[in-house]
């Protein structure tokens, strides 16, 4: 498959997944986590789907590395630069609530280096989440307190990953 291909589909099954989750979440409160700038396509999208939620985003690059278009940046108090575990660590003061669902989409090239980040903000990120909220991830999450959930129809195993946070439920 090309790498166009593949690209294609995982971006078919991030929106597929991120509509399934808005519409999860319609009952829990919380804001939402997006773990990943990039381009900002993703938090664009998060915003038309979720318009009246607040939407904290972490992105590992500094200011002057933000890569998003500028149309896609969100406002400056809820874009949170630097390290992913530091600042999953210090944004729970920030917080007006548990989040009702978050989005994983830091990307690396290196599937390795990013199964042991995936393992380390794991934890972190699971602190943040109200009982109940979903976490769409693009890589798998092998947290206590997790439990996966079926991805929607059209979207190949092991592309997207949906997790319930069942701790404190």
Known sequence: MSRLDSFIRRMLAQRACLNWAAEA?????????ELGLGNGRTYDHLREL????EIYVFERAARSS?????????????LILGDIE???ISVA????????L????????????YETLALR???LLIQLMAPGGIIVSNVMLLVSGLI??????GVKPGRYFIYRNLRNV
């Open 25 to 33: 979440v319609a009952d829990i409160a919380g804001p939402v986590l």
């Open 50 to 53: 979720l318009p009246e939620r």
């Open 66 to 78: 933000v890569r998003a278009h500028a149309m896609s940046l969100p406002p400056e108090k809820f």
């Open 86 to 88: 530091d600042t999953l």
């Open 93 to 100: 003061t920030r917080l007006p609530a548990k989040a009702a």
């Open 102 to 113: 978050a989005h994983n989409d830091l990307g690396t090239s290196d599937a390795r280096a």
């Open 121 to 123: 903000f794991g934890e």
């Open 148 to 153: 996966s959930l079926d991805t929607p129809p």
